[in-house]
């Protein structure tokens, strides 16, 4: 069994095909709109605009001193001539009962370490309880989808009039353990006995001295090691069940109770597969995503705008697998982390509608579906479409109330990490000196992040502004022991908007 640290970056989950297909979500990535809960399709104000709806380009700048013009721009677009920003995010989550499987995954033996010949008193009892601790382990593993990612976004651009260019980096990592859950039968007989089976042929389970077992778990065990899934015959089971009663009551090297030993017993002979063709390893898979972005956006009147963004895309993808039970005492790692690199084009498109105090948003990234593969394990990292919708309150220009919302559901990395979130925050950009921010985001997709809280601060300093944001998740984990917060992401921010 290996006990590499590692394993801590994976998720107990389903048996991976040949060709596993991930994205990734629509997340708080840029600094406003975390501390607005993730909340900015309808309100976006600045560069990151080519993040959050496109179509606010269509109203940077305008000239139209209009009482209707000026009656709808409710976040001063007109006055935005030109712009830049440089901004970083980085978080991570865990989700799923990560620590569990973890830890019943680094106690459990290689069965290849499992002695198979030559038992004899002492060596005995070490099998039984190998085989008891084993399958006790595998059988209490939780299917459940649970996993440990960490992603980070850098990115700078400059807007000038109604349009941008932008250069963004995104990395996306996740973690899984591949179970296999169709190879995990112990072959008992020669596990315990050798392959000898000793003097006697009886038919049926005999009353033993010991007694440990029970008459109706003596006959349990032995229906069970007989039928076609146990695939032993009668002298067998009676030979396996003799020889784990004898040991166990002697010395009961593992502690169990008998009816635990039986279950324990007829569940490592009758699994489905065989133990020494089990796959079940350790996955660490994602990409880089590098993309150099050109955004337009055209105001069709005061009121309304659309936008998009034309994307060229290069994807450093990786697939990084290594054994863990080491059946056949193979702990080769395959793809040596190696990594392979595609490139693409990706569309975005948005739509923003505004009427007095009152804003709408609609944004669409990746409308036609890149999609970036890893050619050795057949691993693909497809960015299908994502929509979000927004609608902003501001009363004055100096404040914002905002709720979002995920059209779409959203795959992660991993496929097991789905999002769909509902974001809520405000901003109040006191005398548009000091912006203060708050919210909070939920994923409908999955429970086990909890209620996300956010908070964010900016500081106009003239020339350039600084801002800063956080985000927490109300729920915790279990990591190595220790409680730790299931969902976290920071993000920093300077720009200047003239």
Known sequence: MKRNSLIYMAVASSVFTATVVSATEFRSSTVRALGMGGSNVASTTGVDATYWNPAAYGFFGENDDSAEAKSVDNNRLSEKAWGMD??????????GPLDKNTTILKSLVAPSSIQTTNLTGSSVGQTVAKVAAFSDGISSLDPSPMGVGAFADAGTGVRIGSYGVNVRGTLDIGGTVVLDNQNAKLDVF????????????????????????????????????TSAAGGLTGPEAVAVITSYETTLNANNPTNIQPQDAANNLV???TAPGDITKNTTKWALRGALVKEVGV???????DR?????????????????Q??????????????NGATETST???????????????????SVRNINAPSFTYSATGYTYKMDPQAKVGAAWMPSPDFTLELGYDVTKNKGVIETDESQYVNFGFEWDAWQIVALRAGAY???????????????LGLNLWAVRLDIAGAISSNKVAFEGKDVPAYAMASLALSSDF
């Open 190 to 225: 020669n596990a315990l006995l050798g392959g000898t089976v000793p003097g006697g042929t009886p038919s049926t389970v005999p009353v033993s001295p010991t007694l440990y077992f029970t008459d109706a778990q003596r006959q349990s065990m032995y229906q069970g090691l």
């Open 344 to 362: 693409g084009f990706g569309l975005d498109l948005g739509v923003m509608y505004r009427m007095p105090s009152y804003q709408f948003g609609l």
């Open 322 to 335: 290594t054994d863990i039970l080491a059946t056949s005492g193979n702990t080769a790692t395959s793809n």
């Open 86 to 95: 440089l901004g970083l995010d980085a978080g991570g989550k865990i989700f």
């Open 267 to 269: 569940t490592a002979a």
């Open 304 to 320: 309304l705008s659309i936008g998009g963004v034309l994307k060229y895309m290069q994807a450093e993808l990786f697939d990084y």
């Open 295 to 301: 955004t337009y956006g055209h105001a069709i009147n």
């Open 442 to 456: 939920q994923n409908l997709a999955q429970s086990d992040i909890g209620l996300v809280t956010t908070a964010g």
